[in-house]
């Protein structure tokens, strides 16, 4: 870790343990869209920043933007601690084993099988969610299985897509080996990761082993619309829409594919005997209208569906679980919920 970053850790930090009077009076007028308030340490966080003139990853040539992201993450992630890690190959595809505490002398684990956000082209080798992975696994004790499928624009559609649906059978039929209860097992993710976790569910639906339970944190779940909630907060509020192009750009460079149930859920069928699903969505996230509409969707065609919207915060609060108290406090009720699943 350099100086430089080690000091913003420690600037960021302090700023967020500073009384509430004092962080208002930093960041001025509380910010109020579409009848919600923006957290206040959420806006301590962008105004920081502001300040710091720090450029949003889509502005960096790629690699630079994959560092970039992973040093935000470190920034806000904490350094929670776990029972054990274990890096392994599933089929090819690197993977990161977490085991909690509790479950270290286990023999048959309930387990999440997890994908990453990062619009699917950041956030590889474990760079930005480590934290969180260790955080649920601790928290929940529940086993995480973190995939850490190929990326865009190296890798474009659908190897992301292929990658994970890869994974998920390869950990069913690793089960004994790598200690998995095959009776609780669950699919999650954020982002581009919550995307991937709902297209395995749909895959691998009529499986002899499929996931009980999915887990979608502002989940992707159209490639090819525009909404309401797009246009509101894609300046300004840490995901952009100058983002979101350049992830679709990489990701799917052939325009006919933008449309394929594969990578836009919302716009196929949904199968039947599909997992119940946790869709959590923020109220200043680009994304919040398609994971809502992903919910209603899943509702309509009877299939059991719990949804949270945290309307105070952001695209990424899942990775601030280090910092503040609104964001740990939502990425704590996941965990909670994934306990109860899968318990």
């Known amino acids: 870790m350099s100086f430089e970053h080690h000091l913003k850790k420690l600037t960021v930090a302090g700023a967020l343990a500073l009384p509430e009077p004092v962080k208002r009076r930093l960041v001025g007028k509380p910010v109020v869209l579409d009848g919600q308030t923006l957290d206040l340490d959420t806006q301590l966080l962008l105004k920081l920043q502001t300040v710091a003139r720090e450029v949003g990853a889509e502005t960096l040539p790629i690699e630079d933007g994959r560092d970039r992201l992973a ?50 082209i950041y956030g590889g080798e474990h760079s930005t969610h480590d934290q969180v992975c260790r955080f649920l696994a601790e928290e929940s004790g529940v086993q995480v299985v973190s995939v850490d499928y190929r990326m865009a624009p190296e890798h474009p559609f659908p190897a992301a897509y292929d990658d994970s649906v890869a994974a998920f059978r390869t950990v069913v039929s690793r089960a004994p080996s790598l200690k998995v209860d095959t009776a609780r097992l669950a699919v999650g993710g954020d982002s581009a990761g919550g995307n991937l976790a709902a297209v395995v569910a749909n895959a691998v639906v009529d499986d002899e082993v499929a996931p009980i339970w999915q887990l979608l944190v502002y989940p992707v779940t159209d490639n090819v619309g525009v909404t309401e ?81 945290e309307s105070g915060l952001i695209h990424g609060f899942f990775n601030t679980i280090g910092v503040g108290k609104a964001s740990p406090a939502a990425v704590q009720d996941i965990a909670s919920r994934l306990a109860i699943a899968l318990h």
């Open 229 to 309: 909630s797009r246009r509101m907060f894609g300046s300004g509020f840490f995901l952009t829409q100058e983002f979101i192009d350049l992830a679709i750009d990489s990701y799917l460079p052939a325009p006919l594919d933008r449309a394929d149930p594969r990578v836009s859920p919302l716009l196929g069928k949904v199968p039947d005997g599909l997992a119940p699903a946790h869709v959590v969505t923020a109220g200043f996230d680009p994304l919040r209208d398609e994971g809502e509409a992903y919910a209603e969707l899943l509702r309509a065609a009877g299939v059991a569906v719990t949804h949270r919207r």
């Open 71 to 120: 040093s935000q993450s470190d920034l806000v992630g904490g350094k929670p601690p776990i029972g054990d890690t274990l890096d392994i190959s599933l089929a090819g595809v690197p993977a990161r084993v977490y085991v909690p505490s509790v479950l270290l002398g286990a023999d048959a684990r309930p387990t999440l099988v997890f994908f990453h956000g990062g619009g699917f």
